[in-house]
């Protein structure tokens, strides 16, 4: 299927050269008519105008109208070539005719006479008329070619947005089965320790729910609202484990300190979620800290926990939340986002640092 093309600014374009080449016309009509002593401009020299332009822009026309969006633009390379030869041969036979009435009409003493050594095979007025044709269509293919690679890049440019838009809703779509599986488990394993606290955190469940269902359908949001509901998750976090053992931390700016400061939402969440899943015992003391700054027209995240032997060996490096989280960075971002990950014998640490705002900056890339 052939797709529509934009051509308003291509048509300019024609329009612009074709009033410079009438123009180029004219003067040199003006000029050889001053050293006559005649009329400049006059209905004879309109005339002249009309039966010398005409062939050409019919030519045109049927090049840029007919044969180049059916034939060319759809691969018919020979047909095209064909029609070309033949609108071309065309137009020169009724130039020749046109030409020889011209000749015959007028009186013989005014008739050019060829040099006597010298016999081309066309007149000079067949021979222009022959190139001029071939450069009428070489421009206009030119142009057109050129205008039709710019649809093209536009288009191709147009796709990949569109998507990288997909990739972008089927991950975050895989975000919430992944997030509502681990929370789940985490109520489950609290119904046997406390079954009081566990009906708590099904209501803190259900905030959270809440903010998955609706927030994060939206490309971005404030960064007041992402950190919000990390402070409700990792609220509800807490209330698994003994407060004994484990220590539970975070330090956030203060909404007044991050205002206008947005990013596409869920990006933290599968870090602090690992860090609860893989940095937390039961049987030693255990921490998770998570900070948030916003510097230099930067987020930059920073969780660290705690890290055990036996739980570290089971890390789920390739799981599919940081298999998603490093795609949509890179969707969304490109080579502007830095995640840094450093493992010691004691700690596990993620540093993730982003541009202040997603869209803003994804656009002018």
Not at 286 to 298: L, P, Q, T, Y
């Amino acid at each position: 299927m052939l797709k529509s093309r934009s051509r308003s600014t291509e048509n300019i374009v024609y329009t612009v050269l074709w009033f410079i080449s009438i123009g180029l016309y004219m003067l040199d009509v003006i000029r050889n008519r001053s050293q006559m002593s005649a009329p400049l401009v006059d209905v004879p020299a309109l005339v002249a105008l009309a039966r010398t332009m005409l062939p050409f822009f019919l030519l045109f026309l049927l090049n840029n109208n007919v044969l180049i969006p059916r034939f060319l633009f759809r691969n018919k390379l020979l047909p095209y070539l064909f029609g070309v030869v033949l609108a071309v041969s065309a137009m020169w036979v009724y130039q020749y005719i046109d030409f020889m009435h011209v000749m015959e009409s007028m009186p013989r003493g005014a008739r050019p006479v060829p040099h006597p050594h010298m016999r081309p095979l066309l007149p000079l007025p067949l021979f222009l008329d022959f190139t001029y044709s071939l450069l009428v269509v070489g421009c206009n293919l030119a142009i057109a070619l050129m205008f039709q690679r710019f649809d093209d890049r536009l288009e191709k440019e147009s796709l990949m947005k569109a998507n990288a838009e997909s990739q972008l809703a089927y991950l975050k779509n895989q975000i919430n089965p992944h997030f509502y599986m681990n929370m789940l488990n985490n109520i489950h394993g609290m119904i046997e320790i406390d079954p009081e606290r566990a009906q708590l955190m099904v209501i803190d469940m259900s905030q959270l729910m809440r903010y998955m269902l609706y927030e994060s359908s939206r490309q971005e949001i404030p960064l007041s609202d992402e950190i919000r509901f990390l402070r409700n998750y990792m609220g509800l976090m807490r209330q698994r484990f003994p407060e004994n053992k484990v220590s539970v931390t975070s330090e956030f700016p203060s909404d007044s300190d991050i205002l206008g400061v947005s990013l596409p939402p869920l990006l933290f969440l599968v870090f602090i979620e690992n860090a609860f899943k893989h940095g937390v015992s039961y049987q030693e003391a255990s921490f998770v800290a998570v900070r948030i700054e916003v510097s230099d027209g930067s987020v930059i995240f920073n969780c660290m926990n705690s890290n055990h032997a036996g739980i570290s060996e089971n890390r789920d490096v390739k799981g599919i939340g940081l298999r998603n989280i490093r795609q949509r960075l890179t969707l969304i971002y490109g080579d502007n986002a830095t995640l840094y990950q450093n493992e010691t014998e004691s700690t596990y640490t993620v540093t993730l640092t982003i541009p202040a705002n997603a869209l803003e900056n994804n656009h002018n890339r």
